[in-house]
């Protein structure tokens, strides 16, 4: 694991701690600072691997290269026909220059070629490994997120677990004290009658 994805984790640690926040764990909310995710947020996105940021960057020059090229390509042809144009007055060696022109056109031709598509390959590789840093980027976050999740429901079984135990004692409670109240009205009234008769 590399540094970027240590800083990467690290600030999913940060996001955590900042939803994990005292709130209403009753109702299931809890108190998170906006300021406070977003600020996150932004990090991490800053933490995306430079690769990814470069293959974008590529790809969104991609055109701008092809355009490039070909106005290359049109300035030396157009060079090139314009010096055939002046050589045109000297018959000797106009058929050598005509030659040449077309020489220089095919060749300049075959070097705007080249230049796309090594800039196209160059992008394709960048993107297909900004594609697998990626993935494994968000397969890890996928098992982070499962394993948080598994812990919040094993936390909220306790919870569960407390709340029965704690209404089971105050049925108890209940029941104890409506019998001692049910008892002590059994004995008040023997008391009553017990007095009545010695009268």
Do not use: W
């Amino acid at each position: 694991m590399n540094s970027q994805q240590y800083v990467i984790y690290g600030l999913m640690n940060d996001l955590e701690d900042a939803l994990d926040n005292k709130g209403f764990p009753f109702l299931g909310y809890s108190i998170v600072k906006k300021e406070a995710v977003t600020n996150i947020l932004d990090k991490l996105y800053a933490a995306l691997p430079d690769e990814i940021k470069e293959a974008r960057a590529l790809l969104r020059r991609k055109d701008e290269l092809q355009y490039e090229a070909q106005q290359r390509a049109e300035k030396t042809v157009a060079d090139a026909q314009a010096e055939a144009n002046r050589l045109l007055s000297e018959s000797d060696l106009l058929r050598a220059v005509q030659r040449e022109a077309e020489k220089i056109k095919e060749q300049v031709i075959t070097d705007c070629e080249d230049i796309k598509h090594k800039a196209l390959d160059e992008a394709e590789n960048i993107r297909a490994l900004a594609a697998d840093e990626a993935a494994r980027t968000k397969d890890g976050a996928t098992v982070y997120a499962e394993q948080v999740l598994v812990n919040l429901e094993q936390n909220l079984a306790q919870l569960q677990e407390i709340v029965k135990n704690g209404q089971l004692q105050l049925e108890r409670r209940r029941a104890e004290s409506d019998e001692q109240m049910s008892s002590n009205y059994v004995n008040q009234r023997r008391e009553f009658a017990q007095d009545f008769k010695m009268q």
